[in-house]
């Protein structure tokens, strides 16, 4: 089926796919902050889905709905596979990285590399799109080195949807691909949200989502009057709360915003459970460590989750006595 026959879903407020940051235990805390925000995986290779542990790459909870894969690639029948792969295990969405400006993810020809070649992501989206019963995305930049030019970016999004992609996610910078780190490239080359506006006026019909430098409610609020959805990355890592009025602001859920407490509660069955499955407790509370921030006892937090989840046994109960000494939020 094209993913042109795949009706898409609103989606105006998602979180950013972050190596080493966005694993199923992270979106899984998340989850208990936002039922309604879209969240992400990690981006895995397209090669590591065909010749590693499936299993191991795309099992996910139930709860992490809406979930959508993300994949790096530039060969059509390896991602129409991971196409097939995510529709199967359940994915909402698959999205293709053209974005990353690593020098790993460049030496297997993808990533923002990719924006240098609007043909070959064409092919690669029509080929998934064939195949998955669910939308295939984009995720990429406004431009990379010297090509940068508004003019550049259209070019790309317009081969790109003709081949049946109907949601990009802009991030609003360019991509240095020599001279700067990935960590580099998500600070120093300029935002430029007004080539993400122009881009929505000029292909009304494609769901424009934006992304880079959001950090308040009041930003991501302001965006939507100009693109469809906006994408948060690490400032949903480091201040996970900013999220906790999102179902209500965004998708109109009159449930009660959760405490921090009680987040950290809602936690508690599920380390239980992947403790005794034998996974350390810190793989999960890594993830938990900013859910106070800003708040009193922040650091009494951290270091009590730092320090007592990487002892031998450690489970629920490192939650539990940390919490009592943290006096409960407004």
């Given at each position: ?128 799109g064939k195949v998955a019963a669910i939308p295939v995305t984009v995720k990429h930049r406004i431009g990379i080195d010297d090509r940068d030019r508004y003019e550049d970016m259209a070019h790309f999004v317009q081969t790109v949807a003709e081949a049946g992609c109907q949601r990009f996610i802009v991030h609003a910078r360019k ?49 939507l009057s100009h693109v469809d959805g906006v994408m948060v990355g690490r400032a949903a890592y480091d201040h996970p709360y900013l999220l906790a009025t999102a179902d209500g602001q965004y998708y109109h859920d009159p449930q009660p915003v959760p405490s921090r407490h009680g987040v950290a509660q809602a936690m508690l069955p ?61």
């Open positions: 089926m094209s993913s042109l026959s795949v009706r898409l879903r609103p989606a105006p407020l998602s979180i950013a796919p972050m190596m080493d940051r966005t694993d199923r235990h992270c979106r899984y805390f998340l989850r208990q902050i936002t039922r309604h925000t879209w969240l992400y995986t990690e981006m895995i290779p397209s090669s590591a889905l065909r010749y590693g542990d499936r299993s191991h790459l795309l099992d996910y909870s139930p709860e992490e709905h809406p979930l959508v894969l993300q994949v790096g690639g530039d060969d059509p029948q390896e991602l129409a596979l991971c196409a097939q792969l995510a529709a199967h295990w359940g994915y909402d969405e698959i999205n293709l990285n053209v974005g990353c400006p690593s020098a790993r993810v460049q030496s297997g020809n993808f990533g923002a590399c990719l924006m240098a070649y609007p043909e070959t992501v064409a092919r690669c989206v029509e080929a998934m991509a240095w691909l020599q001279g700067l780190s990935p960590k580099d490239n998500r600070t120093i080359p300029p935002l430029r949200y007004q080539d993400v506006y122009r881009l929505k006026q000029a292909f009304p019909q494609l769901t424009i989502e934006i992304n880079g430098g959001f950090s308040q409610p009041d930003h991501i609020q302001a965006q599920y380390i239980e459970t992947w403790v005794r499955r034998g996974l350390k407790l810190s793989r999960i509370t890594r993830h938990m460590l900013q859910l106070f921030n800003g708040q009193p006892g922040s650091r009494l937090w951290k270091r009590q989750l730092t320090e007592q989840s990487s002892r031998p046994g450690a489970g629920p109960e490192v939650i539990t006595q940390a919490l009592a000494q943290i006096p409960e939020s407004p």
